[in-house]
């Protein structure tokens, strides 16, 4: 498997950088994407309204379809289950919906541009793109990867001043023999 090049350690940690933001970013859009989900899927059955006739930041309920049961949000080509929002204002819990949905491609693009400077196999970035859709798991492989990669990028950066350490010294002790002999 190829290494990357000491020059890309640069763009690797801004990379990193930047895939440690989206991975906080999308793993609390995904848990309150989670919570809508359970607030309007569940009997409960409401949605989250900014302003509007409610007030300030209200729940409205949701007209819920006959065929509409717990299990429909799992199974949604399975019936006619229909929920109508009743509510008036802007509606967060869509807003938390579509916000999660388009945040996850600006994830995706920061987990390839890690995955990809970092030259690992393809599993591995399934394993980041998961982040985005399995509740918590964002802020694990944030740990992880961040982890991994600081880890990797240090001791690539030790061996090679190593290295550089021995050719100085190697070319050093060379032109000292050169000035000894007669």
């Known amino acids: 498997m190829p290494q990357p090049k000491l020059a890309t350690f640069p763009q690797i940690r801004g990379a990193l950088r930047f895939y440690q933001i989206c991975s906080v970013i999308t793993g609390v859009g995904l848990l309150l994407l989670v919570a809508e989900m359970i607030l309007k899927y569940t009997p409960l059955h409401v949605e989250l309204f900014l302003g509007g006739s409610g007030g300030f930041l209200w729940f409205a309920p949701a007209i819920v379809g006959p065929d509409c049961l717990w299990w429909s949000m799992f199974a949604p080509m399975t019936n006619d289950c229909e929920i109508i929002s009743t509510g008036d204002g802007f509606n967060v819990s869509l ?3 579509v916000v999660h949905g388009w945040f996850y491609v600006v994830y995706l ?3 390839f541009r890690v995955w990809s ?3 690992w196999r393809f599993p591995r970035f399934l394993a ?3 982040g985005g859709v399995v509740p918590f798991l964002s802020f694990f492989m ?3 990867v961040a982890r991994d990669v600081k880890r990797y990028l240090a001791e690539r950066e030790a061996a090679a001043a190593a290295r550089a350490a021995e050719k100085r010294a190697a070319a050093t002790s060379s032109t000292d023999d050169l000035e000894v002999a007669p």
Request: net charge positive.
């Open 95 to 97: 807003a938390i919906l």
């Open 109 to 111: 693009f920061a987990c």
């Open 117 to 119: 400077l970092m030259r």
């Open 128 to 130: 980041l793109a998961g």
């Open 142 to 144: 944030e740990i992880r």
